[in-house]
Nanobody
Framework: QVELVESGGGSVQSGGSLRLTCSASGYTTRPICMSWFRERPGGQREVVARIDIDGDTYYATPVEGRFTVSQDKEKPIIYLDMNNLKPVDSSTYYC?????????????????WGNGTLVTVSS
């Protein structure tokens, strides 16, 4: 059973930075595709960024140029560096994975979810 564990959330002022980390365990092969989603109370879960084992990335328009997704080359760990944070970025951030395919931009593609980490940005 693959488990995804997020860390690094917290509170920060507008314009600040945070780094989220997601570690995968319990796998037999490294997940093909991993991504970050976020969800506000009462809102829909939306993709923030994704990265696959080839290093190809995708960013949602609202975060492009401010957020960077990266991965450890040796271990199944991905990061989300968030810079110039804005109050609208306040959400619970979830790590997600598709263990066997390159698709992880949409919730329907996800085979495994983390429990989430809260990010709060104050103005």
């Amino acid at each position: 059973q693959v488990e995804l564990v997020e860390s690094g959330g917290g509170s920060v002022q507008s314009g600040g930075s945070l780094r989220l980390t997601c570690s995968a365990s319990g796998y037999t092969t490294r997940p093909i595709c991993m991504s970050w989603f976020r969800e506000r109370p009462g809102g829909q879960r939306e993709v923030v960024a994704r990265i696959d084992i080839d290093g190809d990335t995708y960013y949602a328009t609202p975060v492009e140029g401010r957020f960077t997704v990266s991965q450890d080359k040796e271990k199944p760990i991905i990061y989300l560096d968030m810079n110039n944070l804005k109050p609208v970025d306040s959400s619970t951030y979830y790590c997600a994975a598709n263990l066997g395919k390159y698709y992880c931009r949409y919730t329907k593609d996800i085979t495994n979810w983390g429990n989430g980490t809260l990010v709060t940005v104050s103005s």
